[in-house]
């Protein structure tokens, strides 16, 4: 008994990533005074006030931090257990959203409770992280092998990913798959079988679904040639080349963007980097993307230090989540990519999606105390 006391103290006493908390807190800054700046013209015109969007934001960065601090202290390892229970939770959610689920513009991805919306597919991108490791870790055995291995994991994602597509919710849906074929190939799947497979069936499915949708068509069109419909379906992405080619190399200064001001739609959201680029410039495009590298890298550090196997894959699982997600959003504002709505971490609003970012970064902070030393 008393050696297991001592083992808990000890762990407790493990240093924290310094170089990773202080990344978080920076990007948690300029994230809010981004929307800040971004979303005052917008907050302005809808409620006569600049301060609207920010300060709901800044309650849930509120909120997040002390999530994140309670998080950071309980053992990861808890996760284990309810590994099967959070897949079924998911697949309850993502269903519920369909039957008493909210539309807007054309898609059903909230669900409203007491005046507050929130993402069910938020909490399904942790969730997946969460049964996926678990998983994992107890076929581990298996996973070199093609069909237990390799096909029997991919198809856990599939209720998950046909659930997504019925929203509509494409940008999830790429996300998660993404997240969880990472955790697959890292766990021990044969990278050579997933990338023959993803040739032959996920090519030609990601094909069917541009062409059998119009919108998503219309989108890919729209990315070969946004100026073709300029006052239409291009014109997000060319305010947003607007805003990043006016900023030059050092901006035109915090809160002096044109762009923001109802010429690039919802610019607190998917797009507030152009609103960034804009205002900061080049060299502050840099620095945000030089905080999210270092954010990444002591994930993977952390990953590489984990005690054991469980540990290894969530910490693999939420670097994921923000990699994919910042480079798919940056590829998007910068028409690298075609539009898909997705969401830049620490930055874009909303509430759910930051309380829920920052309550992971709670858990790999744990698991970084649980390696005990990150160089």
Not at 104 to 126: C, D, H, M, T
Not at 153 to 167: D, V
Not at 194 to 212: A, D, E, N, Q, Y
Request: charged fraction near 15%; glycine fraction near 10%.
């Amino acid at each position: 008994m008393k050696k297991t006391n001592k083992k808990k103290v000890s762990f407790f006493n493990n240093p924290l990533d310094y170089t990773l908390l202080i990344t978080i807190l920076l990007l948690l800054s300029l994230g809010l005074i981004m929307v800040l700046s971004a979303s005052s013209p917008t907050s302005l015109a809808e409620s006569g006030t600049s301060y609207t969007y920010f300060i709901k934001q800044a309650i849930f960065a509120i909120a997040g931090l002390v999530a994140m601090g309670i998080i950071s202290k309980i053992n990861y390892r808890v996760y284990k257990s309810f590994y099967k229970f959070v897949y079924v939770l998911s697949i309850i959610l993502l269903a519920l959203v369909l039957v008493i689920g909210t539309s807007s513009n054309g898609a059903k991805r909230w669900i409203y409770i007491g005046g507050q919306s929130f993402q069910p597919s938020e909490f399904v991108k942790l969730f997946m992280i969460i049964f996926y490791a678990g998983l994992l870790t107890k076929d581990r055995e298996e996973l070199p092998k093609f069909w237990k291995g390799l096909v029997k994991h991919i198809l856990w994602i599939a209720p998950i990913a046909g659930l997504l597509l019925l929203e509509p919710h494409m940008s999830a849906t790429l996300v998660i798959s993404g997240i969880c074929l990472v955790m697959m190939i890292v766990a021990g799947c044969k990278f050579s079988q997933l990338f023959m497979s993803g040739l032959i069936i996920g090519v030609p499915v990601i094909g069917v679904l541009i062409v059998k949708s119009s919108y998503r068509l219309k989108r890919v069109v729209t990315f070969l040639d946004p100026w073709q419909d300029k006052l239409g379906d291009g014109w997000q992405v060319i305010q947003s080349l607007y805003a990043i080619g006016s900023g030059g190399l050092f901006g035109l200064g915090l809160g002096q963007s044109k762009q923001k001001y109802l010429y690039l739609p919802e610019p607190q959201n998917d797009f507030i980097f152009s609103v960034l680029a804009e205002e900061l410039g080049w060299a502050g495009c840099v620095f945000v993307i030089i905080l999210f590298a270092i954010l990444i890298w002591r994930g993977v550090l952390i990953a590489m230090k984990a005690p054991d196997m469980f540990g290894s894959l969530l910490a693999v699982g939420i670097t994921s989540l923000i990699a994919i997600q910042v480079i798919i959003n940056i590829a998007v504002v910068t028409s690298s990519m075609p539009a898909t709505g997705m969401p830049l971490p620490f930055f874009s609003y909303g509430g759910t999606a930051l309380f829920l970012l920052l309550c992971e970064m709670g858990i790999l902070l744990n698991i970084s105390r649980a390696g005990n030393k990150v160089d």
